[in-house]
T-cell receptor
Framework: SQKIEQNSEALNIQEGKTATLTCNYTNYSPAYLQWYRQDPGRGPVFLLLIRENEKEKRKERLKVTFDTTLKQSLFHITASQPADSATYLCALDRPERFGAGTRLTVKP | NAGVTQTPKFQVLKTGQSMTLQCAQDMNHEYMSWYRQDPGMGLRLIHYSVGAGITDQGEVPNGYNVSRSTTEDFPLRLLSAAPSQTSVYFC????????????FGSGTRLTVV
């Protein structure tokens, strides 16, 4: 069956460092992959979408890579800030499957 | 404000009761879906719809019904509530191609006692 896994349940980093989150999938060849941010008590908010023919996509301090050979996506937040603390979710395309999320804490 | 509106925000049901969770969007999105989110399990797809009159099952459809009579509305019905359906429920919508991701509602926290 299709599986999507985010390797770390929680990640703690120091302010100013780069946070790197991992998303792996099996038994699937998605046309695209998405990343979301979720704050406690709220719905997920869309951040970035990367297609299978794209290696990398950037948006401000965010960067996503997509390696279809490794079946992996990496999500980077550069120059991290305490306001970046949240849970980050990856999702495959339709019918969509979400990873369980990685809870990122950025310490001042 | 444009977006996805879910009602109610909180609900407590007794085992065996039925209820409908409401979801409405004003972005003219063709695609709508329902998820449940449980601790440690992420979001799991219950049902989805690619347009008015068309629905399909997701990963965990048992105990839930949906219908899509209009583009705007996608209600989720719990037929006979069970404690295992205690969860946070999210509705989401997107354009047909999904190019801009999904827009989520703020969720309904449901407790079945």
């Amino acid at each position: 069956s299709q599986k999507i896994e985010q390797n770390s349940e929680a990640l703690n980093i120091q302010e100013g460092k780069t946070a790197t989150l991992t998303c792996n999938y099996t038994n699937y060849s998605p046309a695209y992959l998405q990343w979301y941010r979720q704050d406690p008590g709220r719905g997920p908010v869309f951040l970035l979408l990367i297609r299978e023919n794209e290696k990398e996509k950037r948006k401000e301090r965010l960067k996503v890579t997509f390696d279809t050979t490794l079946k992996q996506s990496l999500f980077h937040i550069t120059a991290s800030q305490p306001a970046d603390s949240a849970t980050y979710l990856c999702a495959l395309d339709r019918p969509e499957r979400f990873g369980a999320g990685t809870r990122l804490t950025v310490k001042p | 404000n444009a977006g996805v509106t879910q009602t109610p925000k909180f609900q407590v049901l007794k085992t065996g009761q039925s209820m409908t969770l409401q979801c409405a969007q004003d972005m003219n999105h063709e695609y709508m879906s329902w998820y449940r989110q449980d601790p440690g399990m992420g979001l799991r797809l219950i049902h989805y719809s690619v347009g008015a009159g068309i629905t399909d099952q997701g990963e965990v459809p048992n105990g839930y019904n949906v219908s899509r009579s209009t583009t705007e509305d996608f209600p989720l019905r719990l037929l006979s509530a069970a404690p295992s359906q205690t969860s946070v429920y999210f509705c989401a919508s997107s354009d047909q191609g999904g190019r801009y991701g999904y827009t989520f509602g703020s969720g309904t926290r449901l407790t079945v006692v």
